[in-house]
């Protein structure tokens, strides 16, 4: 087995890469996987447990995962540290690079909204000037988009405008508890849809890589997986500078590896895969890796109360169900303040009211929370980041992390565009709120910082123009054919949607066509 | 000493009383494997110790805030959330102990937030009662705290001067009163918050490497010595 050559080189083992192994190895092809970080075992690794009994009462420990706002005392140890893996942005401009380097990456822990790109996405360009379209459409991608539900086995109903395409539902047939029913009556004739929430339910609890694409690929007995594997570099061929394998060190003892591969399939998350092709000097006759980097507006939104939800018995039958509001800005209609558009999540929830709606404390708060207890009703907001040339990552030569690799600088910042989305999308939420008779109680229109959505998309973006693309419509080099990337990297446009779906799909795509290519020997 | 030579020296001494014996008992005990593993016997079955949370023991050491600090953000801490029906206030649960030991260990911004604030709440008492904060009734505390008080929503906290110390601080003291262990002993009443409890992940497999970045200046624990200046035998590794 030893310096065998492997058929595909898989770098990455989250949802692309689970992917990628998947539909390669069930093909026949040859597959070696390698991930950064060990594998995750709950039975052993993982204890529930008091606040009181985990360092720091279960506050977010100090010092290590600062820019990981999603992270506290009990799920501290499964993030990135960032004294390990540094980056670097100016002072002025944080950004949140929130990563997992487990194994199956951040399969494990997202939150499962499941949505389909539209064209309004697709062809963004062609529908309002901005940027470039994507050299695929929705109906291309279709296909992938379906069987990628059915693994996933997603949750929906068939009720999606044109801007959030139907798909391959376990249909979702639940009536709209009375809250819900009062916004969609004050949402629907200002033209605004309100939509069944779209959820991936996976199996057992569990919607990842590990449990419901890795285990087909092992069943195959064509995967070899590494785990603890930091790749350092892809290598090339000396004569003929073609990607042949790479250089990677093992996380623990520091031993220095090497690996070859007939092609390489880059799938370690956005920023990695960029950092890779940049440390690599790779695939970037077009000067364009990475730039455009994009995410998601995530932070405003809005917390109302519904009256009738307090102090009621039948708590049930007014509260528990939750909506997708898609993007209803710049359809029909253009806006003259910001491009494109921001989606409302909005859950009518049946717990506790926080403490910091309520400008009050001790008896008095205690007195107004028990009072308001199951009456929340969230509304959060999901906005497109436009694709910019400036907003950009780059290598940081002065900076390396543990393993001596240099380190990712990232720079980039919101626009008005953002700012005047997000602050529009609070405008709106507070007038349906008030609409339907709830009462707001907190709101905020200032964004987090960028990739705090952690759907951080971009900087290897596709197209038919290798002047003006890293990758082509197949996810693949347009500077080396046996050289793909399947991640999010390879986004043209961000969309307001959660990208995993499409993050799944294109990876199914790109894979199929790269097995077709290989065994016509193309590759 | 060549290793095959010490090892079969080792098990010549191992011979010899066993012979003896064997010549004075004529059913010998089944000598012990030698050498004795040293894990052989820990196994699912060995019970595990019981612990407790060190500040559930031990008092803390205040390292942060100084005396007249800790003194605002104790009467701080009582005022903000008291003892409520058998549910512990913050003081009893050790809240400001900890809240010393946590701002002391977090990013100088978190740090200056508190420092200034817990100053300027002291001033403020002095400017307005004549009295330093710690010494406020709670009606005079109130009357001061009550207009900073402000809703906001998770990652934003108001940023007006002022307002941001006692709103963060509200919430710290609140979080770190729930989640105390005294909080968690007492009953629970309605919708009375609830200490948290979660899956706890240890760290898995953590870097042990030594040219990790914080820990690089640590030495190794085994140096080679130059061999001149080392005349014990070596062995082959």
């Known amino acids: 087995m030893l310096n065998e050559t492997y058929d595909v080189l898989i770098i990455g083992s989250g949802h692309a890469g689970g992917m990628a192994a998947k539909i390669l190895s069930e093909y026949g092809i040859r597959c070696l996987m390698l991930n950064a970080g060990p594998v995750a075992d709950v039975a052993h690794d993982a204890e529930k447990k008091p606040a009181f009994e985990v360092p720091y009462r279960g506050f977010r420990p100090p010092g290590r995962i600062d820019h990981v706002f ?437 990876s199914m795509r790109a894979s199929e066509y790269l097995a077709g290519e290989m065994l016509r020997q193309n590759i | 000493m060549r290793r095959r030579d010490f090892v079969r020296s080792v098990l010549a001494v191992g011979a010899a009383p066993r012979l003896l014996l064997s010549q004075q008992a004529a059913t010998p005990a089944a000598p012990p494997p030698a050498p004795v593993p040293w894990l052989l016997g820990l196994t699912e079955k060995t019970p595990i110790p019981q612990v407790e949370a060190a500040d559930q023991v031990a008092a803390a050491q205040l390292r942060f805030f100084t005396p007249r600090q800790m003194a605002t953000m104790t009467r701080l801490s009582d005022v903000l959330m008291p003892p409520m029906g058998e549910k512990p206030g913050a003081v009893q649960a050790q809240t400001p102990q900890f809240l010393d030991f946590l701002i002391g260990d977090s990013p100088d911004m978190r740090k200056q937030v508190y420092r200034e604030g817990l100053d300027w709440l002291d001033a403020e008492a002095k400017k307005k009662f004549n009295v330093e904060f710690a010494k406020l009734s709670d009606v005079e505390a109130d009357a001061l705290l009550k207009p900073w008080l402000r809703t906001w929503m998770n990652d934003h906290p108001p940023e007006e001067k002022h307002a941001d110390f006692i709103n963060i601080a509200h919430d710290d003291i609140r979080t770190a009163t729930v989640n105390s262990k005294a909080w968690f002993a007492a009953p629970q009443v309605g919708a009375e918050p609830r200490t948290e409890e979660e899956l706890y992940w240890s760290p898995i497999e953590p870097d042990i490497s030594p040219e990790k970045a914080d820990c690089a200046s640590v030495p190794p624990h085994v140096q080679a010595v130059p061999k001149a200046d080392h005349p014990m035998p070596s062995y082959p590794r």
């Not at chain 1, 997603?154 to 139907?166: E, F, I, K, R, S």
């Not at chain 1, 909506?323 to 717990?351: E, M, Q, W």
């Not at chain 1, 900076?399 to 919101?414: F, Q, S």
């Open chain 1, 70 to 506: 999603q992270s506290n005392g009990f799920n501290a140890n499964v993030w990135v540290d960032e004294r390990e893996v540094p980056y670097t942005f100016e002072e002025n401009q944080p950004y949140n690079w929130v990563r997992v380097r487990l194994f199956g990456g951040r399969s494990l822990f997202w939150s499962r909204q499941s949505f389909r790109l539209s064209d309004y996405e697709f062809k963004a360009k062609s529908h309002d000037g901005f940027g470039e379209d994507w050299p695929i459409s929705h109906a291309d991608l279709a296909p992938y988009y379906s069987r990628v539900e059915g693994i996933f086995r997603v949750t929906g109903a068939m009720d999606g405008p044109p801007q959030l395409p139907n798909g391959n539902f376990i249909l979702d047939d639940a009536p709209w508890t009375s809250a819900l029913r009062r916004f969609i009556d004050v949402a629907k004739p200002r033209g605004i849809p309100v939509c069944k929430q779209r959820s991936a339910q996976g199996r057992d609890g569990l919607a990842s890589s590990v449990n419901l694409l890795l285990p087909d690929a092992e069943k195959t007995g064509k995967l070899t997986s590494i785990a603890n594997a930091v790749v350092r570099e892809i290598t090339v061929d000396k004569n003929t500078g073609i990607p042949n394998g790479c250089n990677f060190v093992d996380r623990l003892t520091h031993r220095e590896m090497s690996v070859k591969a007939r092609v390489v399939v880059l799938a370690a998350g956005t920023l990695e895969s960029t950092r890779l092709l940049l440390n690599s000097n790779l695939a970037n006759s077009s000067g364009l890796v990475g730039r455009y980097l994009m995410d998601q507006v995530y932070g405003p939104g809005v917390l109302a109360s519904v009256p009738e939800a307090r102090r009621n018995a039948n708590l049930n039958a007014v509260m528990g169900s939750s909506s997708i509001v898609p993007r209803f800005r710049n359809i029909d209609k253009k806006s003259d303040k910001f491009l494109r558009g921001y989606a409302l999540n909005t859950t009518a929830a049946t717990g506790a009211v926080a403490a910091r709606n309520f400008a009050a404390y001790g008896v008095e708060l205690q007195r107004k929370m028990d009072e308001y207890y199951g009456s929340g009703f969230h509304m959060t907001v999901m906005g497109e980041v436009l694709g910019r040339y400036e907003n950009h990552v780059r290598i940081d030569k002065d900076r390396k992390d543990a393993w001596g690799i240099p380190v990712l600088h990232v720079d980039t910042k919101y626009t008005d565009n953002e700012f005047n989305m997000a602050k529009d999308a609070v405008e709106t939420a507070c007038e349906l709120a008030d609409a339907a008779g709830f009462e707001v109680l907190s709101k905020n229109d200032k964004p987090n910082p960028p990739g705090y959505s952690i759907h951080e998309v971009g900087t290897c973006r596709m197209g038919n123009d290798p002047k003006k693309s890293v990758l082509n419509k197949f996810s693949q080099s347009h500077d080396h054919k046996n050289l793909f990337v399947v991640d999010g990297a390879q986004f043209t446009s961000a969309g307001w949607q959660n990208p995993t779906m499409t993050i799944l799909s294109l």
